[in-house]
C-alpha cells in the first residue's frame, strides 16, 4: 500500500508542475511610449500586453520619474483577437490641465459582429508637489466614449478612430 501512495504522490507531483509549467509560458510584452507633458519626454507610458490564453489583457502606466500609476486595464471582450493600444497622446490646451488620450482596439469577425471596437480614456493629469494623480474625464464623450466601426445587424461607423480626431472634438467641447 505504500508504494502506491508512494506512486500517487509522484504522479501528483508531476501533474502540479505540468500544470504550474504550462500557465506559466504564457508571455507578456511591455512597449513604452514617451510623453512631454510640461516639458519633453518627462512621461513614459508603459503598456503591458499579455498573451495569456484564458483571458488576454492589456494594462498601462504612467510614470514620472520614480512615480508609476495605474491607469487603465483591458480584457479581451469575446472576439477573436485581444484588445490592442492602437493610440496614446497627451491633449494640451492654455491655460488648461494636460489631458491623458488612451484609444484601444480590438478586431471582431464573427457571425453577428463584423469590425474594429473602440474605446477611448481621458485623464486630467495633475502634477503638484504630492506627486501626479489622474482623473477620469472620459464620460466627457457620453456615447461616443467607445463603439463599433463595422457590421452588427446594420452597418455601423465610429467616428473617433484616431487621436486627431479625438483632439478635433476636445478642441470644440472640453472647457
Known amino acids: 500500500m505504500g508504494k502506491y501512495k ?33 516639458k519633453k519626454h518627462d512621461f513614459n507610458l508603459m503598456s503591458k500586453s499579455c498573451d495569456f490564453e484564458e483571458n488576454p489583457f492589456i494594462e498601462n502606466f504612467l510614470i514620472n520619474g520614480k512615480q508609476k500609476r495605474f491607469v487603465n486595464k483591458y480584457s479581451m471582450d469575446g472576439g477573436k483577437w485581444p484588445q490592442k493600444l492602437e493610440a496614446v497622446s497627451i491633449y494640451k490646451q492654455k491655460n488648461k490641465v494636460p ?19 473602440y474605446s477611448i480614456n481621458l485623464y486630467k493629469i495633475i502634477n503638484n508637489n504630492e506627486g501626479v494623480n489622474l482623473i477620469d474625464i472620459s464620460k466627457i464623450l457620453g456615447e461616443d466614449k467607445s463603439g463599433l466601426d463595422g457590421v ?15 483632439k478635433e472634438w476636445l478642441d470644440k467641447n472640453y472647457k
Open 6 to 38: 508512494h506512486l500517487i504522490t509522484m504522479f501528483f507531483v508531476c501533474f502540479v508542475n505540468a500544470a504550474y509549467a504550462k500557465n506559466s509560458i504564457q508571455s507578456c510584452e511591455e512597449a513604452v511610449t514617451k510623453l512631454t507633458v510640461n
Open 99 to 117: 489631458v491623458l488620450i488612451t484609444l484601444h482596439t480590438q478586431r471582431w469577425d464573427t457571425p453577428t459582429i463584423n469590425g474594429v471596437t
Open 152 to 166: 452588427s445587424d446594420d452597418y455601423m461607423h465610429f467616428k473617433f478612430k484616431d487621436i486627431n480626431s479625438i
